[in-house]
């Protein structure tokens, strides 16, 4: 068993080519092998938002609080808001952030392969994020 008792791990702010914007994350899970669960608590600033990126073994996304915005390539962008839960398959290329007026916060669980969860891209435009 490991225990991570609350207020155990400190919150990151990940590396900026992976977002724009105000970012902070908190560890839930990083499971060892052969265990494959990661899990995150990610909070968004106003217009925030990650790059796009791609899931090994797909991804889901539970929004707890706030106003966001989702985009898979090649559809509209889409609001989302407390209580939604979005999957995106394996491979599927797409972002996910804050609203333009509202911040959001969102867990996001996923899977390692060989200890690869994602596959970091080029950063939304303010076009392609509809500000």
Known sequence: MIHHPANSR?????????????????????????????????SFAPGARTAWHTHTLGQ??????????????????IDILPGDTIWIPPGEKHWHGGSATQGMVH?????ADNGETTNWMEKVTDAEYGA
């Open 10 to 42: 400190a919150t990151k702010t990940p590396p900026e080519a992976w977002f724009t914007g105000a970012v902070q994350m908190d560890p839930i899970i990083d499971a060892p092998e052969p265990a494959r669960v990661r899990a995150v608590r990610v």
């Open 107 to 111: 867990i996001a669980i996923q899977e």
């Open 60 to 77: 889901t996304l539970h929004v707890l609080s706030g106003a966001g915005r989702f985009q898979t390539e090649g559809q509209p962008a």
